[in-house]
Nanobody, 121 residues
């Protein structure tokens, strides 16, 4: 079994900051890519940022220069530092982790339950 748990969402004023965390646990052999997605009401889920196990990062154009993704491999945790938040960043933020489980050669994606981020104007 693998568990993915997010934390850190909340309500913040525009131009404020929040830090999201996502920890994976369970029967993990290796964590590959880790990423953050978001889904606003009435919209499709979209990639916000992701990071490989080598530390290469990728960002949506809408968050470049404002958000920073990082990971702590020793803790199986990925972070999303969000600065200069805008009302249009309001969404449920989901963590996705690509994992190779113990005694398996498959790579499977696991999603967290989501955490609400609300930015007021």
């Amino acid at each position: 079994q693998v568990q993915v748990v997010e934390s850190g969402g909340g309500l913040v004023q525009a131009r404020g900051s929040l830090r999201l965390s996502c920890a994976a646990s369970g029967s993990i052999f290796r964590i590959n890519a880790m990423g953050w997605y978001r889904q606003a009401p009435g919209k499709q889920r979209e990639l916000v940022a992701d990071i490989t196990n080598g530390g290469n990062t990728n960002y949506a154009d809408s968050v470049k220069g404002r958000f920073t993704i990082s990971r702590d491999n020793a803790k199986n945790t990925v972070y999303l530092q969000m600065n200069s938040l805008k009302p249009e960043d309001t969404a449920v933020y989901y963590c996705k982790v690509s994992i190779t489980r113990l005694f398996s050669s498959r790579v499977d994606d696991y999603w967290g339950q989501g955490t609400q981020v609300t930015v007021s104007s």
